[in-house]
């Protein structure tokens, strides 16, 4: 990608972001009445601050970045020498582009996909599932538990649905492959589930931006798409395509199937009532009992 393209797609991506921003908020504002309201114990991840959010997606970024390319790093898919290499840039199209023009970019867009596919899509259609379920499904003497399994069940059904459309829009993006696409569905539920827990698009936007710029700083291709020449280290193509990805990038290994599976499960771990939850609850309740006796003996 040149240079000049790398701009002309900033300003879409901008544009995009003030439009779906709004949109965004609109249907964060009718999660937080028909869904956060309606659960008597709001879950862990809904009561983190911003900043908290920011810094699991980002570490979750890292992590399942850096767990997807141990495979073709070990087994020498980028080595010249590797079985059915290609160079990522044989006709040396891509630009040598600054590290904070490249931020610049990658902001916009993670946190772009994510205002349309996970703040305005998913919020509407799961806000919707839940409340006709609690609304025509729930049992008379259902409690806090139904609650919580009913909030998971409408998640998973829309987070279906929504990272169906992620993938299928990224079909057309060159060399993909079907690899390539059941992978990128897996992004999406691994985005869509963080997306649920913290009943926010912080925590999403943060490990997308972290993920897609990690690898254009390698000089890898981001869904098939070669941004720039690299900032950090010298790899210029790929073999082993099962493994490395080949010229779609890591998106297209079996290295990202495995990270995407491992971090998804961990976010459904989580939401799970009587996970993490549990213990919190139990400490929260152990902090107003404290200041309770305070007061009284106080008195």
Not at 58 to 63: R, S
Not at 254 to 266: D, E, N, P, R
């Amino acid at each position: 990608m040149s240079a000049a393209e790398l701009d002309s797609r900033l300003v879409g991506y901008i544009i995009v972001c003030g439009f779906a921003g709004l949109l965004t908020l609109l249907a964060w504002q009718l999660m937080q009445r028909f869904v956060v309201a309606r659960l008597e114990q709001v879950p862990t991840g809904m009561r983190q601050n911003i900043l908290a959010k920011l810094l699991l997606g980002t570490l979750l970024g890292i992590f399942a970045l850096w767990l997807a390319l141990q495979p073709a790093l070990w087994s020498g898919a980028f080595r010249p020498d590797a079985s059915g290499f290609v160079l990522f840039d044989p006709h040396g199209k891509a630009d040598n582009v600054p590290f904070l023009n490249l931020l610049r970019f990658f902001l916009f867009q993670g946190l772009a996909e994510e205002l349309v596919y996970r703040g305005f899509a998913m919020s509407m259609l799961v806000t919707g599932v839940f409340a006709a379920a609690m609304r025509y499904m729930r049992p008379a003497d259902a409690g806090e538990l139904w609650a919580r399994t009913c909030w998971i069940g409408s998640g998973l059904v829309v987070n279906l649905l929504v990272s169906a459309t992620f993938a299928i829009w990224h079909s057309g993006n060159p060399e993909v492959d079907t690899l390539a696409i059941v992978n990128i569905g897996l992004a999406g539920m691994v985005l869509g589930q963080l997306f649920l827990n913290q009943a926010s698009v912080g925590g999403a936007a943060a490990l997308h931006i972290v993920w897609n710029l990690g690898q254009a700083v390698m000089g890898l291709p981001v869904s098939g798409i070669l941004v720039c020449q690299p900032l950090l280290g010298g790899i210029n193509g790929a073999g082993l395509k099962l493994i490395s990805g080949g010229p779609f990038g890591p998106e297209g290994s079996l290295g990202t199937s495995a990270a995407l599976l491992m971090v998804f499960a961990y976010l459904l771990w989580t939401a799970m009532p009587g996970s993490r939850d549990a213990g919190m609850q139990d400490e929260d309740a152990e902090q107003v009992n404290l200041a309770t006796t305070g007061a009284s003996d106080a008195d």
